[in-house]
Structure formats: structure tokens, C-alpha cells
């Protein structure tokens, strides 16, 4: 295992589609996701990832206002290229293990997001994630790449 990247933040949202806010620490439940959070479930994007990094260039480009949890991501990252780990990538991020299923995804229409900061990243370069081992992440964690 060696560490890529490390936890900026969880974020958290009741319905789906909105702007997640940061939280102190999430549970993570195995098959399910983050506990509380819309997207949770038995489906292939229980957890959503964005980096730091993507969230900066949305900033460069003159997006005023954007902080952790503005594109609805659950877990933002610093240190990685998220977009381009391979699907079936295992990911040791704080107590959890989870693996990479899905690279961006299509942006719905009327996308709270969009509307509010004009574009979404999240299409292009979030990725999403189901929880193989449950437990505990929180801000400042390590992500580890776990090499077979």
C-alpha cells in the first residue's frame, strides 16, 4: 500500500441532486455508504469522490464562492487524479476500503449544482465508489492504493 492522496473533507446531503455540507467525520457502512447521506444503497455509486484540485480549477476559471461539498461530492480528496484510477481500483481511505466502479457521470437536468455555480466538474472528473469494508473517515485521513 502506499499513500496517494489524503481526505479534505466529508460532506453530507439528505436529498439528492443538492449541495452536500461538510460534516466532522462520516460512517461508512459496508454495501451501503455514507450513513445518512441520499446516495447511500445497494447500487454501484454509494460514495462520490472529488478532488480539491478539480474544485480549484472551477476557481481559476473566476467561480466564485466553491468550497468542499459544492458539486454534492461525499468525500473531497487533495493529492490525487481521481479521474484517472482505473474501475476496480481498491482505495484504503481512513478505516474503509472502497472500490472504484464508475469514472463521471451524466449531468441531470436541472442540476442544483450547475444552476448555482454555473458548471459542474463532477461530470467530468468526480468518480464514484462502493464501500467493500465499512468504518470511520474524517478530514486529514491518508488514501492509500492497495496493490495486489
Known sequence: MKVIGRVVAI???????????????????????????AHAGKWHRQVS???????????????????A???AENITTEGIVL??????TRLKIGETLQE??????????????????????MPREGIFARVIQGGV???GDSIELITE
Do not use: W
Open 100 to 121: 472504484v466502479t464508475q469514472i463521471g457521470k451524466e449531468c441531470h437536468n436541472g442540476c442544483e449544482i450547475r444552476k448555482q455555480v454555473g458548471d459542474c466538474v
Open 11 to 37: 460532506n453530507i446531503s439528505a436529498t439528492k441532486g443538492v449541495i452536500k455540507k461538510p460534516i466532522d467525520q462520516g460512517i461508512f457502512i459496508e454495501e451501503h455508504g455514507l450513513q445518512g447521506d
Open 83 to 88: 479521474y484517472e484510477l482505473p474501475i476496480g
Open 49 to 67: 469522490l472529488l478532488a480539491k484540485e478539480s474544485i480549484d480549477k472551477m476557481k481559476a476559471s473566476g467561480v466564485e464562492g466553491l468550497s
Open 69 to 71: 461539498g459544492k458539486f
Open 137 to 139: 473517515v474524517k478530514p
